[in-house]
């Protein structure tokens, strides 16, 4: 017996549902600031753990958090320049000095 495709549309009365373009996107979005041109996606988290750039502490498996790379760089979006940030950490990478490599 052949389904009917009646079941998956929407009724006429019922409400038009607004795109969640978080949801679409992945969590992904572009941001412009005074450090370049940067992709931003959050992570609800994941299996191994991360060393977090702003902070230089770990970022545990499990932890929603940040994953951000440049995208005005020479060769655009590179998988070895991304990133894992805490949340806070991205938030706050403006108001810093810049940090210094030991």
């Not at 902070?55 to 940040?66: E, I, L, R």
């Amino acid at each position: 017996m052949p389904r009917s495709r009646r079941s998956t549309k929407r009724p006429y009365a019922a409400d038009h549902v607004p795109l969640d373009v978080e949801r679409a996107t992945g969590g992904r979005s572009t941001l412009s600031s005074a450090d370049g041109e940067w992709v931003v996606q959050t992570v609800r988290g994941s299996e191994r753990e991360y060393r977090c750039p702003g902070c230089d502490q770990v970022v545990t498996p499990g932890t929603p958090h940040v994953v951000a790379w440049r995208s005005d760089g020479m060769f655009g979006e590179a998988l070895d320049d991304r990133r894992h940030w805490h949340t806070a950490c991205w938030q706050a990478r403006g108001r810093r000095g810049p940090t210094r490599r030991r």
